[in-house]
């Protein structure tokens, strides 16, 4: 089956820096990757996504690049501020049922102000 | 509009006991699911369901059964509660489809002693 690996596994940062985290997934045959955020306490939330036949997305701050031949993805967050602080995951899947997401183990962000 | 509710918020529970959480969502998604959130491991899925009567095993199913006789509802059973099933659980749902956002519910976390 598919196996997500999410590094690094804490991340600090100085307010207005950028920040990137990077996975790399298992099975060529997934096509969707998601990255979500979770505040502490909180439910996961989803920020931003990807699908395999996309090479880049963007959204204000966010964005996430996808390499299908090396199966990897990257979240990358600029100019940094506070409330960015948070657990962030990436997870990856694949078929129909594309919301059958594996998830990786989760980055720590820490925006020092 | 409710999204994923789960109940209860908090559980303490002793080995070899049983219970069960409840997940209901009034987004009439086809599909739900249930994860475990671990420190250090992400989210893991337990078990998911593509439809009413549909159910199947995730990555780490053992020691869990589900059932979905409604679009509603997909009820998670403990069967009997050991420590290692200490954990957050969040009940997931989402339309069918690549891409269709995944709604998570606000969690419960289950001790067992």
């Known amino acids: 089956g598919e196996n997500v690996e999410q590094h690094p596994s804490t991340l600090s940062v100085q307010e207005g820096d950028s920040a990137v985290i990077k996975c790399t997934y298992s099975d060529s045959a997934s096509n969707y990757f998601p990255w979500y955020k979770q505040e502490l306490g909180k439910r996961p939330q989803l920020i931003i996504d990807i699908r395999s036949n996309v090479g880049e997305k963007k959204d204000q701050r966010i964005a996430v690049t996808l390499n299908k031949t090396a199966k990897h993805f990257s979240l990358h967050i600029t100019e940094t501020q506070p409330e960015d602080s948070a657990v962030y995951f990436c997870a990856a899947s694949r078929g129909e049922y594309g919301n059958k997401l594996v998830f990786g183990a989760g980055t720590i962000l820490r925006v020092k102000s | 509009n409710a999204g994923v509710t789960q109940t209860p918020k908090f559980q303490v529970l002793k080995t070899g006991q049983s219970m069960t959480l409840q997940c209901a969502q009034d987004m009439n998604h086809e599909y739900m699911s249930w994860y475990r959130q671990d420190p250090g491991m992400g989210l893991r899925l337990i078990h998911y369901?593509?439809?009413?009567?549909?159910?199947d095993q995730g990555e780490v199913p053992n020691g869990y059964n589900v059932s979905r006789s409604t679009t509603e509802d997909f009820p998670l059973r403990l069967l009997s509660a050991a420590p290692s099933q200490t954990s957050v659980y969040f009940c997931?749902?989402?339309?069918?489809?690549?891409?269709?956002?995944?709604?998570f519910g606000n969690g419960t976390r289950l001790t067992v002693t």
């Open positions: 369901s593509v439809g009413a009567g549909i159910t």
């Open positions: 997931a749902s989402s339309s069918r489809g690549l891409g269709s956002p995944l709604h």
